[in-house]
């Protein structure tokens, strides 16, 4: 079954369609939409906007045709922060039609499906083509300096050759010892893979190898190497091109947090503020998920806001500023930061850390944890991306994984298995999460195939299914993940057992170092091509083993076919015979001719292509680079 989609109006909010990607409250903002002639021929075109929740209309006007399509125009006062809009067409039949990020309908739709100019300051411009390395210390290396330290008492050693420990108490005390000299001694690693963004797990002290319970937000835990490891690990870093993003929980510290100990059973201390208490002799806490070594924080309190989240002298600037010069936050759980039972005060803290670390630096990232719908909790007023799985990694793993393989963990599967998804259903569900972020929002997403919270993804994955998979999370929106060792080909059935040692001493194994030039090339991919960081994307056609869609920018197209069986689909005028093929990972020869597109199995594979040409913007409403 195949779903054609190329014969379908479209908008995105990428330069070619929004003549701004940074507008102000009151600017006016010209919006394209592109008809194709196959679709019929559209006699209205408006935009219908939402001001203060009462609706708008504006007349487009056509400002560009050729063979392929119609080009309107429309122009836009932005009179909210979160400015919502979409288009109706009517066509020389009469028939009608709304166009709105969740895609075409024939009758009325929803304003949370509207397409969003959003006028909040906008994400660092490195962050849309930002490939990201993500890294559990204990885990990752270990240097010599390790073999020198002593283990704290809450550990259980491991060599690093040992298998991880997966029930009871075991998860969180096995040690091996991985510290921040470990990871600055393979940073050529990542630099040789592509990677410019390097996200680091908790590194502050902890009573757990996952350090989530943090005991201080103050120093860097000094079985890591202390502060002075951070600071030549980020040096190192950014001499190699790479950026480094921390890891912060502002929903919750550890038990053993000096705030928290000096808080417990003592309800005159100035701390006492700082958690939810559930009895007067402040013994009885609210934790996260009820984890008694997670005590939660209450925002409400003025003193905790100043020592953590609010200015300077507080816990997110110190570790932005110089010495240690991090260039953003990754933030754990931030869909349940500052919200208990009929509180909520996520938008004030989210707002807050963002403010912080614009005082510090505007070219600083902020990513919240959200795994679910985060959509309402990313309107661009803070968090620049989401670390999720709604929108890529569930649907992806559903398509591209063997039907009702174990997917527990924190990957959120509802039933702790996959489900048989098409690809039109991968297609779906994507659109379905994605449509209510806005578009900067969706650069700047983490395309996650696992993380440390998730099984990996090659454990249960198809035959030939990882280049299709890693291909798909370079080419689409977003930010690409590759959670350490993936690379390397490990499996794991859990989040415990995802955090595998890596095993440095199989670089070199044929299977292992194909992997990783695999890694390599696709990153390169999307390095080369300007129309993966930033270009709009237009779905082509969707069927049950393939997807097809392509990047868009003034300066060239990128053209991406996914497929995970032996398939041809039917692609048109948009695949020209002399298209430039710029990568194909598959059993054997792509094929494509008149528009028809043939694969022998498993496969990705992308063409580059002309640019879109269009008129220019009038003045003042020219797009961002």
Request: negative net charge; proline residues 7%.
């Amino acid at each position: 079954m195949e779903r054609p989609l190329a014969d379908r109006p479209h908008h995105d909010g990428s330069p070619l369609y929004v003549s701004t990607q940074t507008p102000s409250l009151g600017d006016t903002v010209r919006v394209r939409v592109r008809v194709p002639r196959i679709w019929g021929d559209a006699v209205v075109v408006r935009t219908r906007s939402n001001p203060d929740r009462e609706p708008r209309f504006d007349d487009a006007v056509v400002v560009h045709e050729d063979a392929a399509a119609v080009w309107w125009e429309a122009a836009l006062q932005v009179e909210n922060p979160v400015h919502g809009y979409r288009f109706l067409l009517e066509r020389a039949d009469g028939a009608t039609h709304w166009l709105t990020s969740a895609g075409l309908s024939h009758t009325e739709t929803r304003d949370v499906d509207d397409f969003r100019i959003v006028c909040f300051a906008a994400p660092p411009e490195w962050g849309r083509a930002s490939v990201m390395y993500q890294v559990f210390p204990d885990r990752f290396a270990r240097s010599a300096a390790a073999d020198e330290r002593t283990p704290p008492e809450w550990a259980e050693p491991a060599a690093w050759s040992d298998p991880v420990q997966l029930e009871g108490e075991s998860r969180w005390r096995q040690f091996y010892g991985g510290d921040l000299a470990g990871v600055q001694e393979h940073l050529d690693h990542l630099a040789d893979l592509g990677i410019d963004l390097l996200y680091l797990t908790p590194v502050f002290p902890a009573g757990s190898n996952h350090r989530y319970d943090a005991h201080s937000f103050e120093v860097v835990d000094p079985l890591l190497g202390g502060d002075g490891a951070l600071i030549r690990l980020v040096e190192a870093a950014h001499e190699r091109g790479i950026r480094v993003i921390g890891d912060l929980t502002t929903n919750h510290s550890g038990d053993t947090h000096e705030w928290f100990r000096a808080a417990y059973g003592n309800p005159e201390a100035p701390e006492s503020a700082f958690y939810l208490w559930l009895d007067q002799g402040q013994t009885s806490y609210v934790s996260w998920m009820g984890v008694p070594s997670l005590p939660k924080f209450n925002w409400q309190a003025e003193e905790l806001r100043r020592r953590f989240i609010e200015g300077l002298d507080s816990v997110v600037a110190k570790w932005l500023k110089p010495p240690y010069s991090l260039d953003g936050w990754r933030v754990d759980v931030a869909n349940m930061t500052g919200r208990w039972r009929d509180e909520d005060l996520n938008e004030a803290v989210r707002r807050a850390v963002r403010h912080t670390m614009v005082q510090v630096s505007h070219d600083t990232l902020l990513i919240g944890e959200s795994t679910n719908d985060a959509a309402s909790d990313f309107p661009g007023d803070a968090w620049h991306g989401a670390m999720t799985y709604a929108n890529f990694t569930r649907p992806l793993w559903n398509w591209l994984s063997v039907p009702g393989s174990p997917a527990g963990g924190g990957l959120g599967m509802t039933l702790g298995r996959t489900s048989d998804y098409t690809g039109i259903d991968f297609y779906d569900a994507h659109r379905e999460f994605a449509a209510a972020f806005p578009w900067r929002t969706r650069l700047t997403t983490m395309n996650a195939l696992d993380t440390h919270d998730t099984p990996r993804f090659l454990t249960s994955a198809r035959e030939g299914a990882v280049p299709v998979a890693f291909g798909l999370a370079v080419s689409m929106p977003g930010i690409p993940v590759v959670w350490a060792g993936d690379e390397f080909g490990l499996t794991a059935r859990d989040g415990e057992e995802s955090r595998t040692p890596i095993p440095w001493d199989r670089a070199g194994d044929p299977t292992v170092a194909a992997t990783i030039a695999l890694y390599r090339r696709l990153i390169a991919l999307k390095r080369a091509h300007p129309a993966l960081n930033g270009g709009g994307i237009r779905w082509l056609a969707v069927a049950d083993d393939a997807v097809a869609f392509v990047r868009e920018t003034a300066e060239e197209c990128v053209l991406v076919v996914a497929a995970r069986a032996i398939t041809v689909l039917d692609l048109g005028d948009e695949l020209p015979d002399d298209a430039e093929l710029v990568a194909s990972e598959a059993p054997g020869d792509v094929a494509w001719e008149a528009g028809r597109v043939a694969v022998p199995g498993p496969t990705f594979a992308a063409w580059r292509l002309p640019g879109v040409a269009l008129p220019a913007w009038e003045a003042g409403d020219v797009p961002a680079a």
